[in-house]
């Protein structure tokens, strides 16, 4: 069953959020974010969530703060404030009953989850789905002509999804202050990275990385001719499936 929720952040935004309620709860819960510019009803999101709940999982996806429907402002965000969201969200399901919280997430969700685990000593498992874990070059995707304008003006436009969108040096300023590898490298919670190899936004050899940087505690599956955004009804249910078995077999804990 669905049921939509809603908390606050530490800015007192309220965030938008669909729980995922299981008919068995195992006292298990995951909370899943969305990539940059989207929402919590991205279809990989939304049919992981899904099935995690008909596996007896607590899952709660959620807006973050200037996405979808969650206050904010979009020009306010940075990874900073989304990984003290993502927090929050965590400890919302653990007020739901949730023991052991895993943490998942799709491309900078991903980062965001990889990130915020690293952070947070009750998360027991954490997922990233086509995440750029190779490092956080905020820049990357701006023509020279947006960074003149950011030079210029602390500030850089752009469109993305339907939306006029802004950012400003604030969020490049932020993302600085994380080694993303360093982080992946140093992980001790159990990792599991899910890429598609014709991903045409992030290269799968940045999954490769990963597994490299920390062998140990990282898992690596590629999905055959997935894409970024796992548009193929297929590779959804391909990911889906695996990513709800991994975090079943790494939540359940002895009492």
């Not at 970024?228 to 939540?251: D, G, I, N, P, Y």
């Amino acid at each position: 069953m669905e049921q939509p929720i809603y908390f606050y952040n530490k800015q007192g935004e309220k965030i938008a959020g669909t729980l995922h309620l299981p008919k068995r709860p195992a006292g298990c819960g995951v909370v899943f974010g969305h990539c940059f510019t989207c929402s919590r009803h991205t279809r990989i999101i939304r049919q992981a969530c899904k099935e995690l709940a008909e596996k007896d999982v607590l899952a709660l996806r959620f807006d973050f703060s200037g996405n979808g429907q969650s206050e904010g402002e979009f020009s306010a965000s940075n990874y900073s404030k989304q990984i003290t969201e993502m927090q929050t969200a965590a400890a919302v399901i653990a007020e739901k009953g949730a023991r052991w919280i895993g943490l998942a997430g799709h491309s900078m969700g991903a980062v965001i989850a990889v990130l915020t685990a690293a952070r947070t000593r009750t998360v027991k498992a954490v997922c990233a789905l086509a995440g750029r874990l190779s490092g956080l070059n905020a820049t990357h995707f701006f023509s020279k002509k947006q960074l003149k304008e950011l030079e210029d003006t602390g500030r850089v436009s752009f469109n993305s999804r339907g939306r006029s969108l802004q950012l400003s040096t604030q969020f490049f300023a932020d993302a600085k202050q994380y080694d993303l590898p360093e982080t992946v490298k140093s992980l001790q919670t159990p990792l599991l990275v899910v890429h598609g190899d014709a991903d045409e936004i992030i290269p799968v050899q940045d999954a490769y990385l990963a597994k490299t940087l920390n062998p140990e505690y990282t898992e690596l599956v590629v999905i055959p001719g997935a894409d970024h955004m796992f548009s193929a009804e297929m590779h959804r249910t391909q990911t889906s499936k695996l990513l709800v078995k991994w975090f079943k077999e790494h939540l359940h804990e002895p009492l």
